[in-house]
Structure formats: structure tokens, C-alpha cells
């Protein structure tokens, strides 16, 4: 976490501190300084960016200050491995860009942080306020500010040197405190440039004390909570990303096992209990999901990944717990009859020292019924997990790469596609927390190579990342960041030619490929070898199992290009439902 002690100028070792010359003058310091000082102090040790005009100075001084830098090809992959950094942390991600175009470039990552609820930090340097604000034309110049505002959780602009110290500390604070999210800090050229006496910067420097304060839920709304699920005949519990950010995986493992209550994790929620834990639900969430009488959502919104709660996959009855952080999320699809309004560290702890002896008994006939059906899906699921067509489909390659996995834990998986996240959320197993990193709330494309760096910079830990092969192409160029910094990333991309399919064709008969059309020819594993990594070309699922064992103990940069049927996935993947269908009979069935 980060530092929480109050400080003082004295006890405070800054690089700004420069000696006087002749004993008169004060030693003078800078915007560049102040900022690299004040992360440091809040212990920020990593720093993802593009360097440029006016911030290639800030990123030299912060290396040669011992924060990391990770340099990146494009800053939507530096935003995404700051954010997911931040998921994994706790402490904000830091994503650092130059004016306009690089600032727009990051802020989609931001914006995609807000969106998920991971704290990260867009610092970006941007031109002279009167130019910008009179719209005099200045080399890339932009009202970043404002134009962040909507897509962030909070946005600063530091206008004075000695603001800086306070900038950071409202950055870091927004960013960590209640429901995380994404905060852009706006730094002007002549800010960073701006000298100052250097005790006045050390003096304005901010050591933020306990940033992400625990949130105690109210005893009442606990015994509420437990109140309604000790009624409930068909219980379940709903484990979202708040959960797995939380970090309180001893608790809420010991309340589910203690209460017998089958759990149902989303998709970064995986391993918080390992996936074959007996009270997993994952493999009948149809039937729990229509049929469970109070559901007790912990750190899980009730969005469309939920299907906003709703029938016709949701029973109209069903009764709501739901414990956030975030006391506005209460009623947003469905009513709530028992909020819980605290963090899940907290929470956990709460509903542990209130739950009576025998409060809460095991539903038998509930969990039968859910057994039964998880057992009639899983043998119906191994049929097409065991067959093994030719060439290979979705779940042959998954269970390569499932098998593979089952005894290495430690290592991260990255996923994102259509076809290819579907299948592999549901076929690749998780042991640990956080351990699964994917596309999330909004179903992005271009998470994967910027979530698997940054976890692979954070953690030191391998990280596969299983990549559809029009997903991988929206930051397959941070393959050369990746071999850069020698990184333990092994990139496997599921080439079946195409968005979804390989197989659409040009519905006008000319030349020119269908929209959804891409090279199924493509030597993905080449790319990597101009950047002196590892490629695998893979056709079945033996020759995938040989190149991931490989390209894992060698702790390299690999990238496996998997030849997959382009006739197996379908449009949209899971997601059929929400593609509205052309009225003028070019939809695909
Ligand atoms: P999923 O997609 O896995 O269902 P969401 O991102 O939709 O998860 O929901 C996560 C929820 O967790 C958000 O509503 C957020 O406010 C909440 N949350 C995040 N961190 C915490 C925390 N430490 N304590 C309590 N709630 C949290
Ligand atoms: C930023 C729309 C959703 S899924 C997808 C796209 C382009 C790619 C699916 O093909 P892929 O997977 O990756 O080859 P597979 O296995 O089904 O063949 N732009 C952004 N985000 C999204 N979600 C899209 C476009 C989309
Ligand atoms: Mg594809």
C-alpha cells in the first residue's frame, strides 16, 4: 500500500534538493523534480508511457530517480498495463503521455479503467493554458482537461509548481479511494518547467495517509443481510472483480464455506475459490441464475454481464443482498432489499463475527439440484473438450491449454476475442485471485498485450495470454515492448482468420474480403522473431501443449501462432443476442 505515515520536509531525501552554489542564494528545484518526487513519496515505483514533448525530461528523471519506466508503442497499451497494475496492486497504475493525440491515446485505457473500476493515473503534459484557451493554434495543443472530464473519475490540472505535491495526493486519493476508477492529471509545459526555491517544493510535497480508507458497513445492514439469506431456501452468491480487487480472500472464502452457499464467480473472479471448488456453481449458472431465491452479490454489478438481472435468465422473485463500496450502485437494475454499503475487506469480516452458530444451514435439496445439473454439463462438456477435430476448434486448443495449466497457478492469464474469450473463460480453470485478466465490463478489444506487460512488470510472474487474432492485432505492436524489456509473456493467438469466423464471405462478389475477414495465412509467430523473441507455428493440440511448455520454462518472449478451424466460432460469440440483425438479409444466422 502506499505510505501512511504524515511527513515532513526534514525526513523527506528529494532529488530536487540541489546544493547551493554560494551559501545565499536557496538551491532551486522544478516541475520535472517536484512531480518525480512526489510519486516517489507516495510510493509509486513504476511509471508505462510514451515519451515526447514536454514529458521525455519527466520520464529521463524518473529512470534516473530508480522509478521504472515501461516504454510502450502506443499509449492505450501503456494506459491498459497501468490500470491493470492498479487491479493488482491497489496503489494507481500510472500512465504517463504526451500532449493531444498521446493524451487521447491514453484515454481510452482511462476511460476503460473508470469503467471497470481499476485506479490508475493519466498524467499527461500538455501546452500553454492562454494558447490553448484563446485556441491559438499550438503544437498539439488541446483542451485535455475538459475533454477527460467525462470519461474519468475525477480530472486536475496543476496551473503552479507548488501545486504539484497536491495534485498527485487528489489524483492518488480519487483514483484508490471507494470505487476505484481512472483520474486524469493535467501538467502544462510551463508547469514542469517552472523552477522553484527548493524547500518551498519540499514543503508542498504530499505524503497521502491511509488514500483508500476501509468503508465499515453499518452492524444493522449486516444483520439484514444475513437475515434475508438465512430465509432463503435456494441461496447463491455472486462473486464480482470488486471482490477479487478487495483482497480479503480468506474472509470471503471462509463465509461462503462456512454458509455452504453455492457461489457463481464472474469472469475476474475466477480463483478467488479455485474453479473446482465443490461449491461452485459455475458449470449450472443457468439454472442458479433463474432459480435462486436471494442472491447476495459481493463486489458484482448487476449489469449486462448479468444480464442486468432481468428475466427471462433471471426469476422475477429473486431477493438482492448486494455489499459495494459504492452505495449508488444499490437499485440500478433490480431493487435491493439489503445493501451493504462497505468495503469488502470489512464486510466479510462483519458478516463473519455476526453469523450465528447454525444461522445459516446448508440448503440440501438446493445444492443436490445444482450438483446434478453441473454433472450433466460437465459430461456433456467433455465430449467436445475430448474430440479432437482436425484442424483444431476453440475447445480442443483450450483444453491444450487448460491441461498445461492445471499445475502452474502462479501463472496469469490474459484473454480477450470473441470466440476465443467465450470459450476460454469457460474451459481454463483459476486457483489463485486475480490470476485472470480480461476484456471486463466492456467487452474491449486491445486489453492484452498492455494487461499482460503490466502484470508480467508487477508480479515477475509468467503471464499466457490468450488473444483472438483480430483482438491480438489491436496492440500486437507492443510484441517489440514485450522482447524490450525481456518480459515472461507468451502471446498464443487463435488464428481462425478472422472477427469470429474465417469464413464470411464479400456478400457483393467482389474481391475484397468480407468486413470480418483477416489473413488466416498470417505467420503471427514471425512478427515476434524480428524483435529476436520466439515464434511457435502450432496445428494441433499436441504440437500447442510442446511450444507453451517450451516458451514457458524459457521465460522469453514467445508468440504461438494456433491454426484454429475458421468454421467453429460464431458471430458474436456468446453474444448473439445483442447484435441486431440486418433487415436486409446480409445478417449472418
Ligand atoms: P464484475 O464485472 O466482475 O461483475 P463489476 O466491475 O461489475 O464486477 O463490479 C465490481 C463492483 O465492486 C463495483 O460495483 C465496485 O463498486 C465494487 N468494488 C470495487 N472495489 C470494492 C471494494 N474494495 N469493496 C467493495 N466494493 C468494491
Ligand atoms: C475496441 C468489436 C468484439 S470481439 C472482436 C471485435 C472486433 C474480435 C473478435 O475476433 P477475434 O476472436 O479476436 O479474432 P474470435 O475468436 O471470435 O475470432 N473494437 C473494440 N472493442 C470491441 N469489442 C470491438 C471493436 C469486437
Ligand atoms: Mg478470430
Redesign the pocket.
Known sequence: MIATEPTSSSEIKSSSEMESSNGNKPAATDGFHLVVDALKLNGIDTIYGVAGIPITDLARLAQAEGIRFIGFRHEQSAGNAAAIAGYLTQKPGICLTVSAPGFLNGL?AVANATTNGFPMIQISGSSDREIVDLQQGDYEELDQMNAAKPYTKAAFRVNKPEDIGVGIARAIRAAVSGRPGGVYLDLPAEVLGAALDANVGVDSLVRVVDPAPRQIPAPESIERALDLVASAERPLIILGKGAAYSQADSDIRSFIEKTGIPYLPMSMAKGLLPDNHPQSAAAARSLVLAEADVIMLIGARLNWLLAHGKAPRWSPTTRFVQVDISPTEMDSNRPIAAPVIADIGSAMSAFLSMLKPGQIQPQTAWIKTIAERKQHNIERMAVRLNANPSPMN?SSALRAVRDFLADKPDIYVVN????????GRDIIDMQQPRKRLD?GT?????IGMGYAIGAAVTSGKPVVAI????????SGMEIETICRYSLPIVTVI?????????DDVNRSGGADPSP?I?MRSARYDKLIEAFGGTGYHVTDPQGLTKALAEAVASGKPAVVNCV?DPTA??E??H?QTLNPTSQIGSGRK
Open positions: 481510452v476453440f480477450e476475442g470473441a470466440n476465443t474469450l467465450d470459450f476484456s466492456w467487452g474491449v478489444m486491445g488473444e483472438g487474432d483480430s483482438a491480438f492485432g489491436f487463435f488464428n481462425n482468420g478472422g472477427i469470429y469466423r474465417g470480418t483477416l484454429i466460432g460464431t458474436s460469440g453474444l
